[in-house]
């Protein structure tokens, strides 16, 4: 049964008409057309959907959307808000820290978590962060240098 769903994306406010238990990534890539977000497994192993759904990352493909209804969601394309580029996604390029790219919003986004929960986390706290987003480039250590840069940025401009 569907019904009208209030969701905060990116700061703006939408309303869906969706069954509750769809999960959110369907109500995101298909409905609002935020395509940033990838699908990867379906299961929420590979991070490959992962958002912030109130500064905590998620993974949205087991999500339901009703989990979501009222809360904070920032998807990577309001990662960087009025400011435009964030200083993750500017330390991924600095370190061109993708390769293929499929897993790469999956994992700005948990780093965002982290750094959001974090801003000066130790190397093992950013690879225990990263334990989940599965990535078969091999990019890790750029993902790694790139992710430590950030929050270096991020501590020089005191966010």
């Known amino acids: 049964m569907t019904q009208s769903i209030e969701l905060n994306i990116n700061g703006a406010r939408s309303v869906v008409t969706a069954d509750p238990g769809t999960p959110l990534i369907y109500v995101l890539r298909n409905d609002l057309k935020l395509k940033g977000t990838r699908f990867g497994c379906g299961a929420g192993v590979c991070g490959c959907c992962t958002v912030l759904l109130d500064g905590r990352g998620i993974q949205s493909c087991n999500t339901p959307v009703s ?82 840069r950030a929050s270096e940025m991020i501590s020089k401009r005191g966010e």
Do not use: W
């Not at 390029?93 to 974090?118: F, I, P």
């Open 67 to 148: 989990a979501a209804q009222g809360r904070e969601i920032t998807t990577i394309e309001g990662l960087g808000g009025k400011a435009g580029t964030h200083p993750l996604q500017q330390a991924f390029v600095d370190e061109q820290a993708g390769q293929c790219g499929y897993c790469l919003t999956g994992v700005v986004m948990g780093a965002a978590a982290l750094l959001g929960r974090n801003p000066s986390p130790t190397e093992a706290e950013i690879r225990s962060e990263l334990d989940i987003h599965l990535c078969r480039c091999g990019a890790y250590d750029r993902i790694l240098r790139a992710i430590r």
